[in-house]
């Protein structure tokens, strides 16, 4: 099994959908969680960090951990077409590496 | 503005020849990493310097090695490459390594192409 899973995709929505991203983890000493954005022919960027479960929300974007089922979530308000890119999750212990999922790729169609 | 640097940003190369790729920070980070994405494919964790001490992943070839000549400046040497070398390289750099708070800054990549 792999460390953190996600659908790679593609997911196409409308512009303006609320788009929700997932991801499941196995390993239950993770503790930090993030989301990067990478564009096409681009490196990955940082998004959204949170630690434990819980929620956090920075503009339309909107992160969720769920440590009882290794579950997280990125949610995206009034998407914009300028949001399509391929999103990464990934996470990490105190002081481990980081592990990224392989990425769900978004296209936001005007 | 730029950041992290990678050159060249495409890169063709023969089988079986030596090919480097190169990266530079503006940053002052203590922390340079090199991964590996393939196509649809999660960035994968060559090695990584702090400072000067090298760090390698256990899975990381042997075809594959590192340099970091100062601060600034992080070289990936493919001694050998094969097909299956074709991929996008990225370079990352963060003050400090493994810190929770830490933030990976990632270069543009070099998407690197084995005929």
């Known amino acids: 099994q792999k460390e953190v899973e996600q659908d790679p995709g593609p997911l196409s929505v409308p512009e303006g959908a609320i788009v929700s991203l997932n991801c499941t983890y196995s390993n239950s000493a993770f503790q930090y969680f993030m989301w990067y954005r990478q564009y096409s022919r681009k490196g990955p960027e940082l998004l959204m960090y949170t630690y434990s479960s819980g929620n956090k929300e920075d503009g339309r974007f909107t992160a969720q951990v769920d440590k009882s089922s290794k579950y997280i979530s990125l949610f995206i308000r009034d998407s914009q077409p300028s949001d399509s890119a391929t999103y990464l999750c990934?996470?990490?212990?105190?002081?481990?590496?980081?592990?990224f999922g392989p990425g769900t790729s978004l296209s936001v169609i005007p | 503005d730029a950041m992290v640097i990678q050159n060249p940003r495409y890169q063709v190369t023969q089988f079986g020849k030596p090919v480097t790729l190169s990266c530079s920070q503006t940053l002052n980070h203590n922390v340079m990493y090199w991964y590996q994405q393939k196509s649809s494919q999660a960035p994968k964790l060559l090695f990584h310097y702090y400072d000067k001490d090298f760090n390698n992943e256990a899975d990381t070839p042997d075809n594959f090695q590192s340099r970091r000549p100062n601060t600034s400046f992080c070289f990936l040497d493919i001694r050998s490459p094969g097909l299956g070398d074709a991929a996008m390289y990225l370079c990352?750099?963060?003050?400090?390594?493994?810190?929770?708070?830490?933030?990976?800054?990632f270069g543009p990549g070099t998407r690197l192409l084995v005929l």
């Open positions: 990934a996470t990490k212990t105190s002081y481990d590496k980081v592990i």
């Open positions: 990352a750099t963060s003050r400090g390594a493994g810190a929770p708070q830490e933030t990976q800054y």
